[in-house]
């Protein structure tokens, strides 16, 4: 019989956990493509790249659509148990809710391995195709597109403007066009009554056969403008424009595989080990170059000194030295001396300085590889916590559907993301270690899990109205019974 609940159990929850991790990254996916929605329309990108693209991204997505679809569904499906007293059945037949929900916790701990090796494995590689191909499409050049009465400059080295363009989108009349491939200003002019544009066959460029028009030329001699000016008119003049440099091109993924986020916990872990050992080298390397500028001595030659001067007679305890090292230098060698003195502490100050910078590179870089390697744990940990927050809060709502589950969810989602997000500025800031910036969401909710578990096992009614108004009428009540004889006597 338990088994077959067992069974049942982990079949109810398949199907929303599914439905709801598609619908949130799809809801995940809109927002992205709302966020970019700019830079990734009007540049003539195919929409083969922009699907591919999506689904790269919509894998980079599942960190935080796969824990959002856990709590919604767990409390989804014991909300709605919880309305059908299926709940009150399982639970009058002795089955205790953590019994209950045992086959579905083993259920999520196979769920949470999986999103570990997902988040290993897969998203690196996701990482790096999407951000390699949204790379290309925002710094792609848009779509050659002339309007009437407006400059255009997308061609470089060139200013184009059209008067007119006739609805067969070819004709244009009134043209304008200055050539600044020189460099040299506004030197050179061609006007136009009227022309058409035709692009060749390879797309490859884009003819402008120009008719009846004069070409102006400004004569530069040395880089300065002197007063002559050549003026040629044409009768018809096809001028040519490249527009290879609107051609969509895909950028070595090599380039972006040294990023964090492009690395499996292997990687990160040996990069990690790596910055630690350039860290010692590099304050190694420092103390070989400032050696030759200072000397220390030990506690044990410092000893040595202090002996040799007991033991010297006791006539020379009295002698006196300057004050001023200077004093004890040549007149004519003090300048020299003091130029060396400022050259060496400006080397031992520059030095310190690039020293300092590179191990601040080297920190920040430090706890950059640290988030990320425990966010790939952080994020198969949350599936289980979340359901385990979700499985009781259902039970005690007791509401199943979109509509007071959602709302639940949706809150403790939002309060989770949040601690996440505001951990991981924390650790990316120094101002706590990683792995406290990065578990600090869950350190946090781990008690609240507890609590709600205890309250659903008891059959806590924290969400329930009729228990605050049963609460509110519990303190109201005796107030209104000692205004009564104050009321009666008002009357009288």
């Known amino acids: 019989m338990v088994k077959k609940l067992d069974i049942l159990l982990i079949k109810s929850f398949i199907g929303p956990f599914i439905v709801?991790?598609?619908?949130?990254?799809?809801?995940?996916?809109?927002?992205?493509?709302?966020?970019?929605?700019?830079?990734?329309?009007?540049?003539?990108v195919g929409v083969g790249v922009l699907i591919e693209l999506l689904l790269y991204i919509s894998a980079a997505l599942v960190p935080l659509a796969l824990p959002l679809a856990v709590?919604?569904?767990?409390?989804?499906?014991f909300g709605n148990m919880g309305e059908n007293f299926e709940l009150v059945a399982v639970k009058a037949s002795g089955i205790s809710l953590t019994r209950f929900m045992q086959p579905l916790t083993l259920f999520i701990i196979g769920v949470?391995?999986?999103?570990?090796?997902?988040?290993?494995?897969?998203?690196?590689?996701?990482?790096?195709?999407?951000l390699s191909l949204?790379?290309?499409?925002?710094?792609?050049?848009?779509t050659l597109l002339?309007?009437?009465?407006?400059?255009?400059?997308?061609?470089?080295?060139?200013?184009?403007?059209?008067g007119s363009k006739d609805p067969d989108g070819k004709t244009i009349r009134d043209i304008m066009i200055y050539d600044h491939t020189d460099m040299l200003g506004n030197n050179k002019l061609v006007m136009a009554k009227e022309g058409e544009m035709l692009p060749t066959n390879d797309k490859q460029a884009i003819i402008f056969r120009l008719k009846d028009g004069w070409q102006y030329i400004e004569g530069v001699e040395n880089g300065n403008f002197n007063n002559t000016q050549i003026r040629m008119h044409f009768d018809e003049w096809d001028k040519v424009f490249d527009l290879s440099g609107f051609k969509f091109t895909r950028t070595n993924e090599d380039m972006f595989k040294n990023a964090n986020q492009m690395m499996d916990v292997s990687q990160l872990t040996e990069q990690i080990d790596s910055l630690k050992q350039q860290q010692k080298r590099s304050l190694g390397v420092m103390n070989t170059y400032l050696a030759p500028y200072y000397t220390t001595e030990t506690k044990g030659a410092a000893r040595n000194i202090v002996d040799k001067k007991i033991a010297q007679p006791a006539h020379t305890a009295g002698v006196t030295y300057s004050s001023s090292f200077l004093e004890t230098v040549p007149d004519s060698m003090r300048v020299a001396l003091m130029q060396?003195?400022?050259n060496n502490m400006r080397?031992?100050?520059?030095?310190?300085?690039?020293?300092?910078l590179d191990h601040k590179i080297q920190s920040e870089n430090y706890v950059k590889y640290e988030i990320e390697l425990h966010k790939k744990y952080a994020l198969s940990f949350a599936c289980l916590l979340l359901f385990l927050i979700g499985a009781p809060l259902g039970a005690i709502i007791r509401k199943g559907g979109l509509g007071m589950p959602m709302v639940v969810a949706v809150v403790f989602f939002v309060i989770f993301h949040i601690l996440n997000i505001s951990g991981e500025k924390l650790a990316k800031a120094e101002s706590v270690p990683p792995w406290l910036g990065i578990w600090m969401s869950a350190l946090i909710m781990s008690p609240l899990a507890l609590l709600l578990i205890n309250a659903a096992r008891n059959d806590?009614?924290?969400?329930?109205?009729e228990w605050y108004f049963r609460i509110w009428r519990a303190i109201t009540f005796p107030l209104k019974q000692r205004k009564k004889p104050t009321d009666v006597a008002k009357q009288i």
């Open 71 to 77: 709590l919604l569904s767990s409390i989804m499906m």
């Open 460 to 465: 806590s009614r924290i969400f329930s109205k």
């Open 20 to 44: 709801t991790f598609f619908v949130s990254l799809f809801v995940l996916m809109m927002q992205f493509f709302w966020l970019y929605m700019d830079e990734l329309i009007g540049k003539g």
């Open 112 to 130: 949470s391995v999986v999103a570990f090796l997902f988040s290993n494995y897969v998203i690196p590689v996701a990482n790096l195709k999407s």
């Open 146 to 162: 002339i309007r009437p009465h407006l400059f255009n400059n997308d061609i470089q080295g060139y200013t184009i403007r059209v």
């Open 134 to 142: 949204l790379y290309d499409v925002r710094n792609s050049k848009p």
């Open 340 to 342: 060396s003195v400022v």
């Open 347 to 356: 080397f031992i100050k520059t030095q310190m300085d690039v020293t300092a």
